[in-house]
């Protein structure tokens, strides 16, 4: 499945309500880091299982950003039962990331 | 077994790759987070020849692209060890191993951390490495950068454009860059110098608040409010895994000429990871062609 694509309408409905872990990824066009580590969470996003996975442009979702105290990018952040259970700034490769889901899951 | 194992993926890894192909020989790069190295943090880079005003993403993306288009393989694996077998080398990586006949060490360097208390829990919270990455956040807020070098005043000029206040905390008097950056710094309005100064303390619980700041002559502190603050007080090597097989200099670099070879015959250092006076893309690059080339001839 690919990332979905987060917004301040959807970001209730798809990631604090959902039945399911997620793994959302703050980023930018601008932030070149982000856009090395886009790909991987994409990845990630096609091999999920028992959790999904989101992205959040902070250029657009400046709201979402400020409400998740989103002040380093790329920050990935894992909601479970519409809470923050875990957070890494940076990036990092696959298997931290997968590694970092699997503590929440 | 491939002909030549190189361990990192930045500048001089893919330029090495490049050489290495080119000459006939099968490549294998083993990096540990992700291609580019540490330009992919440069918003614009303006010194490399032929390509003015390219990002540092687009940079890394083109290089990669053309060291794949000639056949390199990547893997993304933490090299752990190198062993040497005479002939051929084995590389251990956290989750396997992979033999060839020569290795090109390019590990680059990362970022050096201030060593002060609580700094890793407020990364991210106020504490940034990347100033292009981060700088948007901050608009029309008051921060610091910590540094006096290329970077650091290269930082304190991007953020002064969106920044309400922009403090600069240096140890030296004199700045380790390009004079008309330096220049350019000073005639912003929004910039103070804290010179012969260093962070000594991270204010804030949950976020960044403000930073003490210690005088290095008279001793004196002062306390300074500010949201954000962007650490370019250089850079560190990584090259601890490989310290048995090439030799280290005192800060962790890899002793070698501009021949790019170590003291064991196969294994070749390139890019910032050698001990060498100028860390430049241009000179990553370089060394990523004569260490291919040293190795090719070598298998």
Redesign the interface.
Known sequence: MKAIELTNENFEKEVLASDVPVLVDFW?E????????SP?VEQVAEGAQGFKVGKVN?DYESDL?EKY???????LIVFKGGKEAA?S???????RIIQLVSQAV | MKDIIIIGAGPAGLTAAIYALRSGKSVLLIEAKSYGGQIINAAKIDNYPGLPNISGFEFAQKLYEQATSFGAEIVYETAVSVEDNGKTKLVRTKSGEHEAKAVILATGARNKPMGLSREDKLLGKGVSYCATCDGMFFRKKEVAVFGGGRIAVEDALFLSDYCSKVYVIHSQMRFGAAPSDVEKLKARENVEFVLESNVTALLGEEKLTGIEVTNKKDGSKRKINISGLFVAIGQMPDNGAFANMVELDEKGYIAAGESCLTKTNGIYAAGDCRTKEVRQLTTAAADGAVAALAACSRI
Do not use: E, T
Request: aromatic residues 4%; contains cysteine.
């Open positions: 930018a601008w932030c070149g880091p982000c856009r090395m580590l991987v902070v950003a105290g989103i002040s380093s990018i790329p920050c957070r700034v940076g990036v990092i490769p696959k298997d």
